[in-house]
């Protein structure tokens, strides 16, 4: 397992942009595909954004044209650019890592997960 730290969540208005960083431990980060997810109150954590080993990105429908994740191999990092954020994306995201490569869209996919960071858009 890796060990992951978010970073970058705030309190932005509509239309805002953040970005959240996700440092992780370990040597083999590389061979992870890196993912983040977040959770509203009362809804399940529902995925965001993916980047495989091979720098493959995926994005959920909801945040696609707004959100860029990329990462860093050199500083072991995950980066999620957000832009045009609306108060829809209020929620804690998470930075999860998934060892396999596999079920990239579902939670279930990932076996370290980050202590997530807050991120409040209000209208």
């Known amino acids: 397992q890796v060990q992951l730290v978010e970073s970058g969540g705030g309190l932005v208005q509509a239309g805002g942009s953040l970005r959240l960083s996700c440092v992780a431990s370990?040597?083999?980060?590389?061979?992870?595909?890196m993912g983040w997810f977040r959770q509203a109150p009362g809804k399940e954590r529902e995925f965001v954004a993916a980047?495989?080993?091979?720098?493959?990105?995926y994005y959920a429908d909801s945040v696609k044209g707004r959100f860029t994740i990329s990462r860093d191999i050199a500083k072991n990092t995950v980066h999620l650019q957000m832009n045009s954020l609306k108060p829809e994306d209020t929620a804690v995201y998470f930075c999860?890592?998934?060892?396999?490569?596999?079920?990239?869209?579902?939670?279930?996919?990932?076996?370290?997960w980050g202590q997530g960071t807050q991120v409040t858009v209000s209208s």
């Open positions: 999860a890592a998934n060892r396999y490569g596999s079920s990239w869209y579902s939670k279930f996919g990932y076996d370290s």
């Open positions: 370990g040597r083999t980060f590389s061979t992870y595909t």
């Open positions: 980047i495989s080993r091979s720098g493959n990105t």
